[in-house]
Structure formats: structure tokens, C-alpha cells
């Protein structure tokens, strides 16, 4: 869990800076870009104003001279057609009057920069002056420096992700160190409790044999049996967060399945609800086998069941059914109860949920669920549930399947 939120912190991290990055690299980008071409583009004004300005009032016979490097020019005639140029290329890029400034791409990523400027004498025109210079300045370093930004984006974007990892490190500690605490205290608090809880059980043994009638003897009995159930899942989800699956074994769940089921039948119909398992028949039984800890998917199954027997009223049924599918096994467990409202759905996993605190007159804690979710998942299995409430609840567990070599025949094991 702590490597999970670790690893999305750090993530964050490098998300937030790449799009910083990236905003500051195309602004550096557009500005470097802009700005060469700002540079050229007045070099052509100048050159423009100073050829006007020493034209005869005559249209140019020959070409002007220029003192700018790489600056060309072009005359043409009123109608379009070109009389003179410096411009040394084949291909003549057309006139269009009344575009003054255009980059015109030539051939491949040949591209020039032409400012042309319509020329008159008195009133009259005399013709069109085009200065063109090669747009190579601005294309050939704008890419070295997108190249540059690429390069160093990643290299800083990879450094960023180490100190990222490091510092969502450092700030996990602490949560990290508190959680245990919280994780220890439970399991001491609850370990705690245990001792004085089993001589009270003895004491109320003795006091229900003397007055065995008596209501608040009685009351006693079911408080002190809740009591010792709330303490024992307390302790039970304390170890498994520290501890996960503890001793493991080829499991049958056929078995399993049929002696919890056998368990709680008899306490369903005390309720009036009828209890079915429908079990496959299969040639070979080991398909029906994983691997896990024999008591606690049994705690598991345990605590779905009652759920769906306890969450139904009189004259209602529940089906358990199991089903190898692939590589897994599916166990279902089906009711016609109160069904759970969908948007009560998500938390009922949640430690001490209850839909309806009001209406639970069984004596749950709210931990049944929360137990059989951190015991599927320290198996690698999954435990979905889906409800309509007023219809019923559907409970859908799926484990992966054992497929190593099996000694079957020990299903009385319990
Ligand atoms: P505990 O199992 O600790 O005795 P609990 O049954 O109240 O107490 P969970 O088993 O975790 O606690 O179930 C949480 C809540 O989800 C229950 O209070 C109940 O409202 C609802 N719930 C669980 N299973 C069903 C079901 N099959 N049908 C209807 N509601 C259910
Ligand atoms: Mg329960």
C-alpha cells in the first residue's frame, strides 16, 4: 500500500514538472523563434527603404547593389513580369501583390523570407521591388534548440523523477511510521482485551448455572458473545495487516464449502431462510483446490454466508454455488434479502460500516466484510459484490485455482 501511494506521489510529481517544462520550452521556443525573425524581417525593411530611396525615377535597368550579406533582389514590371534579379536560384517564386511579406518554401526544407515593396514615381507605378534573404537563420538554429530543449527536458525530467522518488520517499515515512503505530496499538489493544474477557466468560458460566433463567444473566451472555467476537476480528485484522496469509496449504473449497454451509444451515433456518448448494461433479476434484489458508477461507466464507442469511427475512432463500471457471473458482453466494442500497455499495468493505445502524438487531460490528476483503485479497482473489435492493444481493468470490499435485481424500480436516 505504502509502495503504491509512494510510487503515485512521485508520479504526480513528474507529471506537474513535465507540463512545467513543457510550458517553459515552448514559451523559450516561440521567443528564440520570433525574435530571429523579427531580425530578418527588418533587415529586408531596411534594405527595401535604402533601394527606394536611391532609385531613379525611371524603372531600374540593372541591379542595385546591396551591402547586406545573402540579401537578394528582384524588379518586376507593373504587369508582373520580371525584369532583373540577384536572386540566384531556377525556380522564380510568383509575385503576389498585395501579400508584402511571405515565407515561400522552395524545395525540401529550402525556404526563403520575401518582402516585397511596390515602387512609385509621381504618383505612378513604376514597379514592384522584391528583397528576399534565405529563411535557413531562423530554421537551422530554431531546430538545434528544439533539439536542445528535447534533450535536456528529458535529461531534467529523469532527475526530476529520482527526486521525486526520494522525496516521496521521505514524506511517506512518517505515515508509514504512524500507520504501524495504529496497526500495533490495535493489535495490542485488542490482545489486551482478550484475557480479562475469557475470565469474565468464565465468571458469567458460573453465574448463568446458578441463575440459568434470569433475564439479565442472559443479557449478560449476549453482550460478553458479541463482545468476544468484536475483539477476536479486532485481533484477527490487526495480524493479517502485519502478517498476511499465515500458514498455507492445498485447500479444498468443495469441502470448505459444503462444511460452512453445513454450519450456518441450521442457524438460517432458525430465521426461516433456506439455505441450497449447488456443488459441481466433476472427474476430478482437484480442479476445486487452491491454495491458502484452510481457517481463514473458512472465516471468509463464514462471514459471507451469514450475511446472506442474516440480510434476508423469514421465508427468503440463499444459494451458495461454486464453479471452476479457467483458472480460477468461482463461489457465489445469492440471496433474496434487503438487498444494499447502490450508493452504500463502495463502503460496505469499509472497517465498522453498516448500511443501517438503526435497523441491525443481529449484533454485527460492521467488520465481517472488511475481514473477508483483506482475506481475498492476501489470497490474490477478488470479492465483487452487486445488490437491488428489495430483490437480493449477489456475492461473487473468485480465487486463483491450485494447480500443483494434490493429496485428496483428507476432506474431514476441520
Ligand atoms: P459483522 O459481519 O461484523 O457481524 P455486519 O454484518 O454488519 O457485521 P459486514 O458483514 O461487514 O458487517 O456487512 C456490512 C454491511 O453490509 C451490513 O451491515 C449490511 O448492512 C450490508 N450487507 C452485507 N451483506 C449483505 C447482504 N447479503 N444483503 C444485504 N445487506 C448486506
Ligand atoms: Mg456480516
Redesign the pocket.
Known amino acids: 500500500m505504502f509502495q503504491q501511494m509512494r510510487r503515485r506521489l512521485a508520479l504526480w510529481y513528474v507529471g506537474v514538472t513535465a507540463v512545467l517544462l513543457l510550458v517553459f520550452a515552448l514559451a523559450g521556443y516561440l521567443y528564440v523563434q520570433s525574435t530571429l525573425s523579427e531580425r530578418i524581417d527588418d533587415t529586408l525593411d531596411h534594405v527595401a527603404e535604402v533601394v527606394v530611396a536611391t532609385l531613379p525615377s525611371e524603372p531600374p535597368q540593372e541591379p542595385a547593389d546591396v551591402a547586406e550579406d545573402r540579401v537578394a533582389l528582384e524588379w518586376f514590371a507593373p504587369t508582373g513580369e520580371r525584369l532583373w534579379s540577384t536572386l540566384d536560384m531556377t525556380v522564380v517564386p510568383r509575385l503576389h501583390p498585395g501579400i508584402w511579406r511571405e515565407t515561400v518554401t522552395l524545395s525540401g526544407d529550402e525556404a526563403i523570407r520575401q518582402v516585397t515593396q511596390p515602387v512609385y514615381r509621381e504618383g505612378q507605378l513604376l514597379g514592384y521591388l522584391r528583397v528576399s534573404h534565405p529563411w535557413f537563420e531562423v530554421t537551422k538554429p530554431v531546430r538545434q534548440l528544439l533539439l536542445d530543449l528535447t534533450v535536456g527536458g528529458l535529461v531534467a525530467l529523469a532527475l526530476v523523477a529520482g527526486a521525486g522518488w526520494f522525496l516521496s520517499g521521505l514524506a511517506m515515512e512518517p505515515v508509514r511510521q504512524s500507520y504501524q503505530r495504529l496497526e500495533q496499538f490495535t493489535a495490542d489493544a485488542s490482545h489486551e482485551l482478550r484475557s480479562p474477557l475469557t475470565s469474565l466468560q468464565m465468571n458469567w458460566e458460573l453465574l448463568h448455572t446458578q441463575y440459568p433463567q434470569h433475564p439479565q444473566v442472559q443479557a449478560m451472555g449476549g453482550l460478553l458473545q458479541r463482545l468476544g467476537?468484536?475483539v477476536d476480528?479486532l485481533l484477527f485484522l490487526a495480524r493479517q495487516d502485519s502478517q498476511g496469509v499465515a500458514a498455507a496449504e492445498p485447500c479444498p473449497v468443495d469441502a470448505l464449502v459444503m462444511e460452512v454451509t453445513q454450519e450456518q444451515v441450521a442457524l438460517a433456518q432458525a430465521q426461516g431462510v433456506k439455505i441450497h448448494l449447488e456443488l459441481p461433479t466433476l472427474d476430478n476434484p482437484d480442479t476445486l483446490t487452491v491454495w491458502g489458508n484452510y481457517s481463514q477461507l473458512g472465516r471468509l466464507l463464514t462471514?459471507?454466508i451469514?450475511?446472506?442469511?442474516?440480510?434476508?427475512p423469514s421465508g427468503g432463500q440463499v444459494w451458495v454455488r461454486l464453479q471452476p471457471q479457467g483458472d480460477s473458482l468461482t463461489v457465489t453466494?445469492q440471496?433474496t434479502?434487503?438487498?444494499?442500497d447502490p450508493a452504500?455499495l463502495p463502503r460496505?468493505?469499509?472497517?465498522?460500516?453498516?448500511?443501517?445502524?438503526a435497523?441491525?438487531s443481529?449484533?454485527?460490528?460492521?467488520?465481517?466484510?472488511?475481514?473477508?476483503q483483506s482475506i481475498v485479497q492476501a489470497h490474490q482473489g477478488t470479492l465483487h459484490?452487486t445488490?437491488q435492493p428489495g430483490q437480493?444481493?449477489l456475492?461473487t468470490l473468485t480465487l486463483p485455482r491450485f494447480k500443483g499435485l494434490t493429496h485428496r481424500g483428507s476432506a474431514d480436516r476441520r
Open positions: 467476537r468484536l476480528d462471514n459471507v451469514r450475511n446472506a442469511w442474516q440480510y434476508t453466494v440471496d434479502g434487503v438487498g444494499i452504500e460496505v468493505f469499509d472497517r465498522f460500516y453498516r448500511v443501517d445502524r435497523r441491525g443481529n449484533g454485527g460490528s460492521g467488520l465481517g466484510l472488511a475481514i473477508a459484490l445488490s437480493g444481493t456475492v
